[in-house]
């Protein structure tokens, strides 16, 4: 099973960026797709970005579309997200998600991964 491990989160001002870090271990996910995910204080687990296991395509939720761009370095097991634009209610906590098979057509369902991370805390002050 692969394990994953997020990085990168911090307290920003609204209008900064922000990278995210997923680092796999384990291994390799680069046959995997790949989800960001987010959850905010009482609210549920919503799908941010997935990108395919080749990296060649990607879907994007409607809130951070034209903001967030996902990535993927397969060669160092690597997948990231940029954040630009943020916003205060950007402020979440965000995972990096994988699954053993193929989810590629439910990738915006949390229930369609068995790996996560442990999340990382992005914090936006407006």
């Known amino acids: 099973q692969v394990q994953l491990q997020e990085s990168g989160g911090g307290l920003v001002q609204a209008g900064d960026s922000l990278r995210l870090s997923c680092a796999a271990s384990?291994?390799?996910?680069?046959?995997?797709?790949i989800g960001w995910f987010r959850q905010a204080p009482g609210k549920e687990r919503e799908f941010v970005a997935g990108?395919?296991?080749?990296?060649?395509?990607?879907h994007y939720s409607n809130s951070v579309k034209d903001r967030f761009t996902v990535s993927r370095d397969n060669a160092k097991n690597m997948v990231f997200l940029q954040m630009t634009s943020l916003k205060a209610e950007d402020t979440a906590v965000y995972y990096c998600?994988?699954?053993?098979?193929?989810?590629?057509?439910?990738?915006?369902?949390?229930?369609?991964?068995?790996?996560w991370g442990q999340g990382t805390q992005v914090t936006v002050s407006s």
């Open positions: 998600a994988t699954a053993g098979r193929e989810i590629w057509g439910s990738e915006t369902r949390a229930d369609a991964y068995d790996s």
């Open positions: 990108i395919r296991r080749s990296g060649g395509y990607a």
């Open positions: 384990g291994r390799s996910f680069s046959g995997k797709s």
